[in-house]
Every structure is written in structure tokens, then in C-alpha cells.
């Protein structure tokens, strides 16, 4: 019996790839495109699985607020996680002490007890349970876990920091872009890093995440030389094609011209953009608005292996925090039931759920 060869083209990596049960933070898509999770649970749904390996995802940052550090942090603290090597690069001065920032995965621990106060069956359970620590046994630090390895996506406590384990033993790059007069030195780093994650054959031994944070900030001494960087990206996401690995690229397009910011909006994979509410008078027109952080925009969705765009339901959607910890986003057009602010995009309802009640229509 002949061997079957690996179906290849010019569209799609090689599929017979190295299966990733054992590859934490990793999911395959449609048409043999793998994923890694972008730290909301929500925006990993709204985009069909998250952010595809390979793709350079761009964030419009709001000058009015820092919504923008929202959604990098949750991608870096997501890939510290998985164990997934980090670049970060930041306009800061010390850009280590921002990984101090970055939140830590929900713990079920609270959910797991008021699961079985509600069953008197579990009494003893609990009861041995609370005094499991008495008898030495290892407790584990984070509770989001199935079968010893950690879920795709994980729901982040922006009130409570990354625990220490999570930033030990790991390779995380830092580097701080203040004071560069050009863009060769964070060139050469994202080089070096993406040689850690070649596409040759298709296999995957692991994955890379890099963060570019406030790229053409007025602070970096470069960032009057816009030729040099929209070289860069262009040079970014050739490198990017390359690899297992995605690029996480936030920018103020209110700093440069509009024809040098649409260029870098077409440079981008995946283009996100967050902004504040505008106006108290669109805020009384917007459903749950108490409880709104700032408005979430998808303009473009990565489309790998694939020549058929990506068509939302919805492009813009509110950002909450739930119980004031957790990120979630919402649809704008969705109006609540029985004064309720709604549901998150990921629980949402569509026009293809089924509804309890049906109502016959007579033509």
C-alpha cells in the first residue's frame, strides 16, 4: 500500500502537523490554521478561535484612555501561563516592572465550594477536603486546570497579580525602546526570537508571543522617522509568516498622519481598536453604560490558509468587567432582558440558537 503524501499548497502549511494534545495554549481551526488565545475568553470567540500563528495582530490605542493595556496584558499573562516564551517591548524605562501589572487566572476555588454547599451529599467531601493541607499534600496554584493541563483560555483577576512561579524559570525578553535613535536593536531581538519557532515542516514544538507596546509613542526618539517604522512592520510580519509565533503591535494613530496610519492598518493580520465612551449623550443611549469600561472595534480578522473573508455578526462591542475583575465583552445592539446589562459575546444568544417559545405565523 502506497504512503500517503501530505497535502500541501500555496494557501496552507503542511497539515499532517504534530498532534498538539500535549501542547498547552495551542487549538486547531478550520483549514488546518492553529490558534493561540489571546487571554479573553470572549474576543478568542469573536474571532473564531483567537489569534492565528503566523499573524501580526495591531491595536488602535485611545489617547483619552488605556484600554489597549487591558488587552496586552491578558495576551501576555495568557502566554506566561501556557509557558510560552515573551517578548515585550515598551516606551518605559524599566519595562520588567510592568510584568508586576499583569493578572492572574481565575481561581474556581469559590465556585468549586458554593457548588457543594448546594449539595448536602458533599458535606463530607469538603469537610476532608479542608483538612487535606494538614496531611502535607500538594495544593496546586491555579485552579483553571483539566487533567493536570491548563484550558486554552483563561478568565484573568485584574485585581490580583500574576503569581511569581509564573515569571520564574521562563524566557521572558524585556526591552525598552525609549531611548533608541532607530529601529535596528528591536529588530535584531525580534530576529533572535523568532528563530526559536521555525515552520518547516509544519510541526510545532512550541509557540512565541511578542508584545510591542505604544509603538510610535512621542517619547521614543524614532518616532519621527515613519518611513523607518512601517519598514519595521512590514519586516515584522515577514518574520512573523515564518513562524509559530504572533505579534502584538499597539499604537496611537492620532500621533501620525492619516495616510502613514492607514498603512499600518493594512500591514495588520488581525486590527483591533479601544476607545472611550465619546460623549455622555451617546452614553445615555447605550444600554448598561454604569457598567462599561470603553468600546471594542474589530475592523479585520486574520484569514489563513483561506481566500473567503471572515464576516462578523457584530463589530463593536462594549468592554465590561465583570464583578469588577473580569474582562468581558458585550454586543452593542443586544438589548438586555428585564433590566439586566446582557450577556457576554460568548454567551449571548444568535439567530441560529433555538428558542424555548415558538410562535406561529400565519400567512
Not at 154 to 174: A, M, T, V, W, Y
Request: charged share 20%; net charge positive.
Amino acid at each position: 500500500m502506497a504512503t500517503s503524501k501530505s497535502r500541501t499548497s500555496s494557501f496552507s502549511c503542511n497539515l499532517t502537523a504534530v498532534p498538539l494534545s500535549n501542547m498547552p495554549g495551542l487549538k486547531y481551526g478550520a483549514n488546518g490554521t492553529v490558534f493561540i488565545s489571546s487571554g479573553i475568553p470572549d474576543l478568542d470567540k469573536i474571532l473564531g478561535g483567537g489569534f492565528a500563528l503566523g499573524s501580526l495582530v495591531m491595536v488602535m490605542e485611545d489617547a483619552e484612555a488605556p484600554h489597549h493595556m487591558l488587552l496586552l496584558r491578558n495576551f501576555m499573562s495568557q502566554g506566561l501561563v501556557h509557558k510560552q516564551p515573551l517578548l515585550y517591548a515598551s516606551p518605559s524605562k524599566d519595562p520588567k516592572g510592568f510584568l508586576g501589572t499583569l493578572p492572574s487566572p481565575r481561581s474556581c476555588k469559590v465556585d468549586k465550594d458554593k457548588s457543594r454547599d448546594d449539595d448536602p451529599e458533599q458535606e463530607g467531601l469538603r469537610i476532608a477536603w479542608q483538612y487535606k493541607k494538614y496531611f502535607g499534600e500538594h495544593q496546586q496554584t491555579v485552579d483553571n486546570t483539566r487533567g493536570g493541563k491548563h484550558e486554552y483560555c483563561n478568565d484573568f483577576d485584574l485585581r490580583k497579580p500574576l503569581e511569581r512561579h509564573f515569571l520564574s524559570g521562563q524566557h521572558i525578553d524585556c526591552v525598552s525602546i525609549l531611548h533608541n535613535s532607530d529601529l535596528v536593536a528591536l529588530h535584531d531581538r525580534c530576529a533572535t526570537f523568532f528563530t526559536q519557532f521555525p515552520r518547516n515542516d509544519g510541526s510545532i514544538a512550541s509557540a512565541g508571543r511578542i508584545a510591542i507596546q505604544s509603538f510610535c509613542a512621542p517619547q521614543c526618539e524614532y518616532s519621527n522617522l515613519e518611513w523607518d517604522m512601517l519598514s519595521f512592520i512590514r519586516s515584522l510580519r515577514s518574520m512573523i509568516r515564518s513562524s509559530n509565533a504572533v505579534a502584538v503591535v499597539t499604537f496611537p494613530p492620532s500621533l501620525l498622519l492619516p495616510s502613514v496610519s492607514k498603512r499600518w492598518q493594512h500591514m495588520a493580520d488581525t486590527l483591533l481598536s479601544v476607545r472611550a465612551i465619546p460623549d455622555k449623550e451617546l452614553a445615555n443611549l447605550l444600554t448598561g453604560y454604569q457598567d462599561m469600561v470603553g468600546l471594542l472595534n474589530v475592523h479585520k480578522v486574520a484569514c489563513v490558509n483561506t481566500q473567503v473573508p471572515v464576516i462578523l455578526d457584530a463589530t463593536t462591542f462594549s468592554i465590561k468587567l465583570q464583578k469588577r475583575r473580569f474582562l468581558v465583552l458585550e454586543c452593542l445592539n443586544q438589548a438586555p432582558i428585564d433590566g439586566a446589562s446582557g450577556n457576554s459575546y460568548g454567551t449571548s444568544a444568535s439567530c441560529s440558537s433555538s428558542s424555548k417559545t415558538r410562535t406561529h405565523l400565519d400567512f
